[in-house]
């Protein structure tokens, strides 16, 4: 368990093992959230909008799919370009 004191302006600092453990730096966004009079704090990590999509439930279990499917060895993979070229040209014909 780690201690620390609220300051006049309700500061408090995060003990460094905490910080350390969470990979908390200076400039690094935290949520709060309470749960039955606990506390939970939370790191958070901006994402630009344009990069959200990669992050949505649908495309992370779409992601876990695909890793799954390669460590069965479900999908054909390929050394280079020409070889998946001729491997889809093949599929066409």
């Known amino acids: 368990m780690a201690l620390s004191k609220v300051t006049r302006n309700y500061q408090?600092?995060?003990p460094t093992k905490i910080r350390k453990l969470l990979h908390?730096?200076?400039g690094s966004l935290v949520e709060f959230e309470v749960e039955n009079g606990i506390v939970i704090m939370r790191t958070k990590v901006l994402i630009d909008?344009?990069?959200a999509w990669f992050w949505?439930?649908?495309?992370q279990e779409k992601e876990k799919e695909a890793e799954e499917?390669?460590?069965k060895k479900q999908v054909?993979?390929?050394k280079n370009a020409k070889d998946?070229?001729?491997h889809l040209k093949g599929?066409?014909?």
């Open 12 to 14: 408090v600092t995060i």
């Open 24 to 26: 908390i730096e200076e």
């Open 49 to 51: 909008g344009d990069q």
């Open 56 to 59: 949505t439930k649908e495309w």
């Open 69 to 71: 499917a390669l460590k």
């Open 76 to 78: 054909k993979t390929f």
């Open 84 to 86: 998946a070229k001729k």
């Open 91 to 93: 599929l066409a014909e």
